[in-house]
């Protein structure tokens, strides 16, 4: 059984390695999530939903003029505690992120890495977002194989029924 980081690498090639894009994601993942706050969110590999945290001032609903007044200074200080906080999440959120596309992009052998780089919206789409890395090391681990090598997967065939 694999336990360190180390020993979790994402390959590409043949279908060996493709067996082992699950129990690798599976541990980095879970190291994400412990190492890093808001973790879960890159484990379900759904991001955070920023927009949802964000505060919404409300007014108040008081009938007298000095209900109001206190109510509305209620508010303001809920308010401004609820900012504070999620200006603190979406930081710590947006840093974290940036954490976990690095850790996965190590943990990515250097002919997957050289694949990745190459593909057309690597820049715009794929860098930094590691979420969207995890897709395209899946879709290189598990069908780079099927994909790539038809012509010789034919002829290990071919050869093992001359020998049989």
Known sequence: MKTKMSENIYHIGSDTQASEFLVNTKFILNHMQSQFMYGQALKNRTGLDIKALESRKTQSKAEGEEARTDEDKSIDAIFKTEVT???KHKVTYKSNKGNAYATQWKQCQLSLQNKIQNWHDFDNKI?????????NIAELSLSYDENCYKLAYQLRLQEKKAKI
């Open 85 to 87: 906080s999620f200006i």
């Open 127 to 135: 860098k930094n977002d590691s979420i969207e890395l995890l897709m």
